[in-house]
């Protein structure tokens, strides 16, 4: 059975391309798209969709006022907030709204998709573009990455440290990754003691 998903994004563009990204993923059904949280409404009355992805800004109602609403009316609806607008202070309202999760509109495609399968399986995901889009250098952790391997060192695991951070599971995961191939480890053990012996 399909994950039944709603856009509601005043952009078309940015709507139709985030269409036809879910619908790659054979789990994802979209049963609507609206631009604006008035059409929405109307949706409503007739088909409750299990996710819904909404934007911030858009022509009548805002997304963070429609998602309190929303959230409220239906709590059963798991609620992505997606924005071009990105500060702590931002995403700490779209929690309070009762959002289930935060993604930058610059978030690639794969990101995305894992995103909403971690929504949709009950975790919270407030995603900022520096938790993936940080310093690439290959010699030098990013600030994120040194984060997470100090989560590591305390022997928190991939749950613990998403829940911690505010990240799904598989950006932590993605981190690791990243870590390993920078340094130069094979596995997360390795990567804990090469943290030790270099004061990471």
């Known amino acids: 059975m399909k994950h039944t998903i709603a856009i509601v994004d005043d952009h078309s563009l940015f709507a139709d391309g985030l269409e036809r990204i879910l619908q790659e993923h054979k789990d994802f059904e979209i049963v609507a798209k609206c631009t604006s949280?008035?059409?929405?409404?109307?949706?409503?009355?007739h088909k409750i969709p299990?996710?819904?992805?909404?934007?911030?800004?858009?022509?009548?109602?805002?997304?963070?006022?429609?998602?309190?609403?929303?959230?409220?009316?239906?709590?059963?609806?798991?609620?992505?907030?997606?924005?071009?607008?990105?500060?702590?202070?931002?995403?700490?309202?779209?929690?309070?709204?009762g959002a289930d999760g935060y993604l930058h509109k610059s978030t690639d495609a794969e990101l995305v998709r894992s995103t909403i399968v971690d929504v949709l399986n009950g975790h919270q995901v407030f995603l900022m573009t520096s938790d993936v889009n940080e310093n690439i250098d290959k010699n030098t952790l990013s600030k994120r990455e040194r984060e997470i391997l100090s989560l590591i060192k305390k022997g928190m695991g991939t749950q613990d440290i998403s829940k911690t951070l505010f990240i799904s599971q598989y950006t932590v995961e993605t981190h690791k990754r990243n870590m390993m191939q920078k340094?130069?480890?094979?596995?997360?053990r390795e990567l804990i003691v090469y943290a030790f012996e270099n004061m990471l």
């Open 183 to 188: 340094l130069n480890v094979n596995s997360q």
């Open 37 to 45: 949280a008035e059409d929405f409404e109307v949706t409503l009355n």
């Open 50 to 97: 299990q996710l819904v992805l909404l934007d911030i800004r858009m022509k009548g109602q805002n997304g963070l006022d429609f998602c309190k609403a929303m959230k409220q009316k239906f709590p059963s609806i798991k609620v992505i907030i997606i924005s071009m607008f990105e500060a702590l202070e931002v995403i700490e309202k779209v929690r309070l709204a």
